[in-house]
């Protein structure tokens, strides 16, 4: 089965207004691999946030706080996170009446850091929102 795709239109009023970007589901190994290393960052950086039974719930429980959980680690490891989590994000671009897409390239595809933070929000949903209901 093909992963999951879902297209991500910039609405608001802003520098990136129109601009369409899909975002491509990671292969199961990927997001859990993710989620420990979320996880992981969190125990280093003693981030006490999350109570304990959204902890309890494990991967689930990750989908339930987002990416508030970031803020809480190392710069480093932040921006490995957050590398990982674009690395599943193309940019719709249209040349020459054609569209094409092709991989977010940080410096030349945003103007503004609310896009940024919502791609990182759809990114996060496509691989872990399902999980809330389980956890519930």
Do not use: H
Request: hydrophobic share 45%; glycine share 6%.
């Amino acid at each position: 089965m093909a992963r999951k795709e879902i297209s991500y239109v910039v609405e608001n009023e802003s520098r990136d207004k129109g601009k369409e970007f899909i975002i491509t589901e990671m292969s199961a190994w990927d997001a859990e691999t993710l989620a420990q290393d979320i996880f992981r960052a969190m125990g280093e950086a003693n981030f006490t946030g999350i109570p304990a039974d959204v902890i309890s719930m494990g991967c689930a429980g990750l989908a339930t706080v987002g990416l508030s959980v970031l803020s809480a680690s190392s710069p480093e490891i932040a921006r490995d996170l957050r590398d990982r989590m674009m690395s599943t994000v193309d940019i719709v671009i249209e040349d020459d009446g054609k569209q094409q897409r092709r991989k977010v390239k940080g410096n030349l595809d945003f103007e503004e850091v609310s896009t940024i933070r919502a791609l990182l929000d759809n990114v996060f949903k496509v691989n872990f929102d399902f999980l809330t209901i389980a956890g519930e």
